[in-house]
């Protein structure tokens, strides 16, 4: 059973970057893709992108492209999602998820228990 | 890029059926997925394909997905069933993006 366990909260200033880690157990980690999302508070789930270990591509959404980079480190098992220029809005609840799929659709499963990423001066 | 609908909130009495819906130009044609989320915790999978559900989903909880609806449906609601819900697709046509709705509070009476 795939566990996903990430890193620990953390507190930027604005314009500065962050790193938050995912390590995966349980389950070959190339077997699979990991998604991010993203939650500010009280609000809902966004989609910033994703990643297949095995290729090594990462594929964004729009509105992150240009500011996130999703990398994974097949040795290690560990995912690693860095936003860069952050600001005051990114503060958030950052999430890993496996991706599943299959025709045509993905969906999310496990996820991780996230990280409480703050941005403040 | 795809855009999901969902009511801010449903209320509904233990006991009673909850229904959930998730409005998208033509979703019939997609698969929905919907997810869980309880306060100050992380999502979990509730359905996938519509109306599949993994392992551990009691059967009170099943989907449906036609036209421009998709539809979560909770039977026999519970007190442990007040949570956020959220419908998801995949967007195949925008660089592949996944895709949630704004998601849905559910207050049990």
New interface residues.
């Given amino acids: 059973q795939v566990q996903l366990v990430q890193s620990g909260a953390e507190v930027k200033k604005p314009g500065s970057s962050v790193k938050v880690s995912c390590k995966a157990s349980g389950d070959t980690f190339s077997n699979y893709a990991i998604?991010w999302?993203r939650q500010a508070p009280g609000q809902?789930?966004?989609?910033m992108?994703g990643i297949i270990p095995i290729f090594g591509t990462a594929?964004?959404?729009?509105k992150f492209q240009g500011r996130v980079t999703i990398t994974a480190d097949g040795s290690t098992s560990i995912a690693y999602m860095v936003l860069s220029s952050l600001r005051s809005e990114d503060t958030a609840v950052y999430?890993c998820?496996r991706?599943?799929?299959g025709?045509?659709?993905?969906?999310?499963?496990?996820?991780?228990?996230?990280t409480l990423v703050t941005v403040s001066s | 890029s795809y855009v999901l609908t969902q009511p801010p909130s449903v209320s509904v009495a233990p006991g009673k059926t909850a229904r959930i819906t998730c409005g998208g130009n033509n979703i019939g044609s997609k698969s929905v997925h919907w997810y869980q989320q309880k306060p100050g915790q992380a999502p979990v999978l509730l359905i996938y394909y519509d109306s599949d559900r993994p392992s551990g989903i009691p059967e009170r909880f099943s989907g449906s997905n036609s036209g421009n609806t998709a539809t979560l449906t909770i039977s026999r609601v519970e007190a442990g069933d007040e949570a956020d819900y959220y419908c998801q697709v995949w967007d195949s046509s925008s660089d592949h993006e996944g895709v949630f709705g704004g998601g849905t509070k559910l207050t049990v009476l």
């Fill in positions: 998604s999302v809902g789930l966004e989609w992108g594929n964004y959404a729009q999430y998820a991706r599943i799929g025709s045509g659709t993905n969906w999310l499963d496990p996820w991780g228990q996230g």
